[in-house]
């Protein structure tokens, strides 16, 4: 009972960050209505960046986040300007479908590209306190685990205030509510754009930073952070990051339990099949009606 | 000429460089000459069994691996069992053509950008499922490797790039590649004007399924040892979009040229940089989708018309 209690727990703290990795693809695909499938390749840069700020600089992890997230606004500008930007001017269908296109050939290259400057290793970084464990009854709970949890649900909340207090933020809305409303009121919706794309990628940075601490980075980790992303952006649907870290939380519990039931090979499976599942349910897919 | 004279030409010209190619064992090549030239015939074949439902239905599929994995899969199986190899890649062919309607019909409800996420999404779970129930490599019994043959497999490899040829020309200049790429340019209105798209976009994954269940056959028959979940791996997907659409999405020529250059370029460089081409095809791939959606056949046409053009009037 206790084993199992353990895995779930473990579950709900790496939730956090799907919930937090989730996050930023929502943003993007809910105000641009662009699917960036290099999502999990961003995560993969924070999470170098993260690495080497620690490796050369001795930057701390969790103070790395204060120059990784600024970093990755630049980054997701500059994807913008060489690249999503042309997509936001097909109209929707072909829109999401070039996005697509687009953000495969993007994490094809990031991470060959990644691979051929820090090798296919394994990266993780070591902190005094990495081994510090804070037990509560039969449960320990790894202090940098938590951490990470509470920093992504810190960084999701600020992202909801910036959504719902900023002028930018509520433009931002406007625009992923009907974004021919929010130009006939004067919005310049280009602009709108841009910053949620920029904001996308700063999240995803985020999310390669704690990933990195928690856990490792590799260049491989694009996929797996990307089809994760999905599942919980599916699972989760658009409008409410509140609600997307409660279902990178549930992905993290499902795949616990599952791995605890059927072994822990299994655990990949859980999310995919109800990402199917929703998907068979709602064939429209997320703006269906 | 019209696009269907243009395809049949296209077709009698890689047909004769396939025969071509089918001499070149009497000329007594390196051994690697054969391998490579199989690596290109291999890839000339997935890219077109990709390109049938991308090109013409307009579908991007992106669980094409799993169908190349079951062919893999079954036709090993029985193979070593004891099956005759052409018997065992059709049963691998037929098992990923089954496998790809009894999923085709659940996934042709979704549209666009979900049809892709959902095929990869139901690739990785085969992918996933076939490694934790055979995680050991399968390798040869010593007999067959004793008996093994190089040569066998290439003129295979022929015959399967040559079907896939013929198959993809016969489907462009038929009625039924006709209702294709009218739902390709726009479902509603191809409903509209009498096709019926979910029949004919089953037709065309059950056609690309079949090739790609007998390229994984042969993929199971070329090679001594691997881990079986290796053929399910979304690479090989990727490998065929990147060829098809570097070449030109929905042409007969365009996945040919499209493979005959990566695999050139990927062989070439991995000499002294291994997989850097995935960097190199990766950016070409984003600046084609932006710049040039018809690839390097596109490309061809206009060079062609602006020299046309330059060219005064006799």
């Given amino acids: 009972m206790s084993v199992l209690a353990q895995q779930l727990l473990l579950g709900v703290l790496i939730g956090g960050l799907y919930g937090l990795a989730a996050a930023g693809l929502s943003l993007v695909f809910g105000v641009m209505r662009v699917l960036n499938v290099a999502h999990g390749e961003l995560i993969m840069l924070g999470g170098y960046g993260a690495f080497w700020l620690a490796a050369l600089m001795g930057v701390d992890p969790f103070a790395s986040l204060a120059l990784v997230i600024p970093g990755s606004l630049l980054l997701g500008a500059v994807l913008y300007w060489g690249l999503f930007g042309f997509v936001v001017r097909a109209h929707e269908e072909a829109r999401v479908k070039n996005s697509l296109l687009i953000g495969f050939g993007l994490a094809l290259a990031l991470h060959a590209l990644a691979v051929r400057l820090w090798t296919a290793d394994e990266r993780s970084i070591p902190t005094s306190y990495g081994g510090a464990v804070f037990t509560l009854g039969d449960l320990s709970i790894p202090l940098v685990r938590l951490a990470t949890l509470a920093l992504a649900l810190l960084l999701i909340g600020a992202l909801q205030l910036l959504l719902s207090r900023w002028r930018w933020g509520k433009a931002i809305r406007a625009t992923a509510e009907d974004w021919q409303a929010a130009l006939l009121t004067g919005i310049d919706i280009r602009r709108a754009y841009l910053l949620a794309f920029a904001l996308g990628t700063a999240l995803a940075g985020a999310a390669g930073t704690l990933v990195t601490v928690a856990y490792s980075v590799s260049p491989s980790i694009g996929l797996e952070w990307t089809l994760k992303a999905l599942i919980v952006v599916v699972l989760a649907g658009l409008g409410s990051m509140l609600g997307t870290f409660v279902g990178g939380v549930v992905l993290g519990v499902a795949e616990a339990a599952s791995a605890a039931t059927f072994g822990g090979p299994y655990r990949e499976i859980v999310g995919l099949v109800i990402f199917v599942v929703v998907l068979a349910v709602r064939p429209r897919g997320l703006f269906g009606r | ?314």
């Fill in chain 2, 1 to 314: 000429v019209t696009a269907a004279g243009h395809e049949r030409h296209w077709a009698l010209a890689i047909l004769a460089a396939l025969g071509l190619l089918a001499l070149l064992p009497l000329a007594r090549p390196r051994e690697d000459t054969l391998n490579f030239v199989f690596l290109v015939l291999l890839a000339i074949t997935l890219a077109e069994s990709w390109n049938i439902v991308a090109g013409y239905a307009g579908q991007v599929n992106l669980g094409h691996a799993a169908f190349f994995g079951l062919g893999a899969l079954v036709t090993r199986t029985l193979w070593i069992g004891g099956t005759p190899v052409l018997l065992a890649m059709t049963a691998g062919a037929a098992t990923a053509t089954v496998f790809a309607l009894v999923i085709g019909v659940a996934a042709f409800r979704l549209r666009g950008a979900y049809f892709a996420i959902g095929t990869l999404a139901l690739g990785e779970i085969l992918r996933t499922t076939v490694g934790n129930v055979l995680p050991e490599i399968s390798t040869l019994p010593a007999a067959t490797i004793a008996s093994y043959r190089l040569t066998q497999r290439y003129y295979l490899a022929i015959g399967l790039a040559a079907i896939s040829v013929v198959a993809v020309a016969a489907l462009a200049s038929s009625r039924l590649g006709l209702g294709m790429r009218a739902i390709r340019e726009d479902e509603e209105a191809a409903e509209a004007s009498g096709v019926g798209a979910l029949a004919l976009k089953l037709t065309a994954l059950a056609l690309s399924t079949a090739l790609a269940g007998l390229a994984g056959g042969l993929f199971a028959y070329y090679h001594i040892s691997y881990y079986p979940a290796h053929p399910f791996g979304p690479h090989w997907t990727f490998d065929a979009l990147l060829m098809t659409f570097i070449g030109g999405v929905g042409t007969l020529q365009g996945p040919v040229l499209g493979a005959v250059l990566y695999v050139v370029l990927k062989e070439y460089l991995a000499l002294r940089w291994v997989d850097i081409h995935l960097l190199i095809f990766g950016a070409l791939f984003v600046a084609i989708v932006l710049l040039l959606p018809g690839g390097l056949v596109q490309a061809a046409e206009r060079a062609r018309g602006m020299l046309g053009r330059a060219r005064p009037a006799a």
